[in-house]
């Protein structure tokens, strides 16, 4: 069973921070890359940040580069992102991805295994 499962949204205020957590199993998930995307309502499903199979590469999208942090532990089977300065904009539900890349990739359709998501609201 492949299984991605979001943590760690919530309700917050402008400027706040979150940390969302991603647990993942089912698969030998240090191989490969892993990716956070986010859907606000009217929306398409937008990338927000990847990480390559082993951590030392990331990459954001430009909205929320300097702001927010993801991470992996592989030796845990989590990917983290981490969300300071958080903005109304950010608003949205937040969902983690599993590619069948190494390196990270950036359009929702390189990404097979999905999680259920977690909602972030950012208020003002």
């Known amino acids: 069973q492949v299984l991605l499962v979001e943590s760690g949204g919530g309700l917050v205020q402008a400027g706040d921070s979150l940390r969302l957590s991603c647990a993942a199993s089912?698969?030998?998930?240090?191989?490969?890359?892993m990716g956070w995307f986010r859907q606000a309502p009217g929306k398409e499903r937008e990338f927000v940040a990847a990480?390559?199979?082993?951590?030392?590469?990331?990459y954001y999208t430009r909205s929320v580069k300097g702001r927010f942090t993801i991470s992996r532990d592989n030796a845990k089977n989590t990917v983290y992102l981490q969300m300071n300065s958080l903005k109304p904009e950010d608003t949205a539900g937040y969902y983690c991805?599993?590619?069948?890349?190494?390196?990270?990739?950036?359009?929702?359709?390189?990404?097979?295994?999905w999680g259920q998501g977690t909602q972030v609201t950012v208020s003002s």
């Open positions: 991805a599993g590619s069948e890349y190494s390196n990270y990739r950036q359009y929702v359709n390189d990404y097979r295994y």
């Open positions: 089912g698969r030998t998930w240090s191989n490969y890359a």
């Open positions: 990480i390559n199979w082993s951590g030392s590469t990331t």
